[in-house]
């Protein structure tokens, strides 16, 4: 099983849409969820941190489930800009890195 | 703030070459640094930790000879890709922990740099 597990898209919606991204990861021991942007060719960036009682940042929310070992990530209300992969991510070992997934391209249409 | 620079952005070299790509930290000392590699259509993998004035710690499967890690001061890392083949291609992103947040047990966010393209022909 691979550590950080996402669904494989690609997801093509049209603008306001409301998209779901699901994630699982593998070692229970982990403490720290996140859910990342990444722009074609460019870094990653971070898109909101994820908590146990879940999270939202205006059309964003994050939920994780430690039981399941699961987090998800929904945007409500989709925007051309939203266009991106987002990445799940765990973080790894004592030194603070950062395990991502593979990671899920959207595609918001006009 | 919590600005990271990679340079270059973009390297073109031939097979046998030796390529250095420099981490920086502009606006805070960051005492680990992380160096990633993400292939086309693939996730990020963590290829070494670096830490300040002492080794480097190696994924397993990721050569130390092959790639050296150097990080001589608290705001720079150095990644050099020692007779890089065509397989090296791929980009280089590093990450660094802002050393002012909570201690080493803990989450610290990490800032990530613009990334290094390696192309080698």
């Known amino acids: 099983r691979k550590e950080v597990e996402q669904d494989p898209g690609p997801f093509n919606v049209p603008e306001g849409a409301t998209v779901a991204f699901n994630c699982t990861y593998s070692?229970?021991?982990?403490?720290?969820f996140f859910w990342y942007r990444q722009d074609c060719r460019k870094e990653p960036k971070l898109l909101m941190s994820v908590y146990s009682s879940g999270n939202e940042d205006g059309r964003f929310t994050a939920q994780l489930n430690r039981a399941s070992q699961y987090i998800s990530l929904l945007i409500r209300d989709s925007k051309l800009s939203d266009s991106a992969t987002y990445l799940c991510?765990?973080?790894?070992?004592?030194?603070?890195?950062?395990?991502f997934g593979k990671g899920t391209k959207l595609s918001v249409k006009p | 703030g919590a600005v990271v620079s990679q340079h270059p952005s973009r390297v073109i070299c031939k097979s046998g070459t030796s390529v250095k790509i420099e981490c920086r930290s502009l606006d805070f000392q960051a005492t680990t640094m992380f160096w990633y590699r993400q292939f086309p259509k693939q996730s990020l993998m963590l290829m070494a930790t670096s830490n300040e004035g002492s080794k480097a710690t190696y994924e397993q499967g990721v050569e130390k000879d092959k790639f050296l890690i150097n990080h001589a001061s608290l705001t720079l890392s150095t990644l050099t890709v020692t007779s890089a083949h065509p397989e090296d291609s791929s980009f280089y992103i590093c990450s660094a922990i802002y050393d002012g947040l909570a201690g080493p047990t803990s989450y610290n966010e990490q800032f990530f740099g613009p990334g290094t393209r390696l192309t080698v022909l």
């Open positions: 991510v765990v973080n790894g070992g004592s030194q603070g890195n950062l395990i």
């Open positions: 070692n229970s021991a982990s403490q720290s």
